[in-house]
């Protein structure tokens, strides 16, 4: 069964930093497209990562420069790292399996993260 | 980028009625194809429609997606209270994934 769990989700002050978890189960990171979306207080569907085969990432123009995405075959777990956090970074975060460029076919729950002082 | 606009905003209907949902984009694409999701209230969201009108596993038949060039669409066909939900759509198919749309409410 495929599941995917995120967390490391928190308060976090402006020009903060935070890393986010997926830990993976039913099937290989390092062997398929991974992904991050998010999700602002009422609003709609962001991407805002995707990392590809040979590890290589997108990052969304809004997150460029300040998230790096990675991720760890020896534990199965996808990860955000995410610096300089702003007040509109202000999202449940979602990680998810990329069947195809951009598909995204399984989900996990989601993970909060609130930036403010 | 291709900005994709979906149509209504909120759909009000009862359960058993059909649903017709828009998304439109703002130009044709090449190499890309649409995808459509449901969102429940409190939930994940979840893959319904790939390639414009091909149901992903598990998705009942009641659902149905069609469409070609800038117009496409996401057919209920009989609303069930499962159904009372966010959808969007979106393109996939090239790097970087496409944006989604805006959403359209589907409320009781």
Request: proline share 5%; net charge neutral.
């Amino acid at each position: 069964e495929v599941q995917l769990v995120e967390s490391g989700g928190a308060l976090v002050q402006p020009g903060g930093s935070l890393r986010l978890s997926c830990a993976v189960s039913g099937f290989d990171v390092g062997r398929h497209f991974m992904a991050w979306v998010r999700q602002a207080p009422g609003k709609g569907l962001e991407w805002v990562s995707v990392l590809y085969s040979g590890g290589f990432p997108f990052y969304a123009d809004s997150v460029g420069g300040r998230f790096t995405v990675s991720r760890d075959e020896s534990n199965n777990t996808l990860y955000l790292q995410m610096n300089s956090l702003r007040a509109d970074d202000t999202a449940m975060y979602y990680c998810a399996r990329d069947m195809n460029l951009g598909l995204f076919e399984y989900w996990g729950q989601g993970t909060l993260v609130i930036v403010s002082s | 980028d291709i900005v994709l606009t979906q149509s209504p905003g909120t759909l009000s209907l009862s359960p058993g009625e059909r649903a017709t949902l828009a998304c439109r984009a703002s130009q044709t694409f090449t190499n890309r194809f649409l995808a459509w999701y449901q969102q429940r209230p409190g939930q994940a969201p979840r893959l319904l429609i790939y390639s414009a009108s091909r149901r992903a596993t598990g998705i009942p038949d009641r659902f149905s997606g069609s469409g070609s060039g800038t117009d496409f669409t996401l057919t209920i066909s009989r609303l069930e209270p499962e159904d009372f939900a966010v959808y969007y759509c979106q393109l996939y198919g090239s790097p970087p994934p496409g944006t989604f749309g805006q959403g359209t409410k589907v409320e009781i």
